[in-house]
Nanobody, 129 residues
Framework: QVQLVESGGGLVQAGDSLRLSCTASGRTFSNYAMAWFRQAPGKERAFVAGINRSGDRTDYTDSVKGRFTISRDNAKNTVYLQMFMLKPEDTAVYYC??????????????????????WGQGTQVTVSS
């Protein structure tokens, strides 16, 4: 498994921006598809955005399309989630997740938590109205 450490969360006002970072160690980062999930109080962990191993495919949950952008820098072993126009409903603990990609057919984005085998500790994002 790869070790993941998130950073960049905080308390912001509605309409503000934040950039989350997730730095990986322990394995070859470029062998992993990456994703961000979030969990609000009393709710299940939900897919937010994902990027495939090669970085040429991304996917987003509908509620963040046009506001969030996921990207990766394989040289820095880091995946980012740039969040614009934040809303109170974006308040959650955000988790970074990694999925090892073995074959070409696996080089896709899978928006299901069970598909990922490495997780970070989470970073809190709170958006006030």
């Amino acid at each position: 498994q790869v070790q993941l450490v998130e950073s960049g969360g905080g308390l912001v006002q509605a309409g503000d921006s934040l950039r989350l970072s997730c730095t990986a160690s322990g394995r070859t980062f470029s062998n992993y598809a990456m994703a961000w999930f979030r969990q609000a109080p009393g709710k299940e962990r939900a897919f937010v955005a994902g990027i495939n191993r090669s970085g040429d495919r991304t996917d987003y949950t509908d509620s963040v399309k046009g506001r969030f952008t996921i990207s990766r820098d394989n040289a820095k072993n880091t995946v980012y989630l740039q969040m614009f126009m934040l809303k109170p409903e974006d308040t959650a603990v955000y988790y970074c997740a990694a999925r090892a990609v073995v074959s070409f057919l696996e080089n896709v984005v899978i928006p299901v938590a069970a598909a990922y085998d490495s997780w970070g500790q989470g970073t809190q994002v709170t958006v006030s109205s």
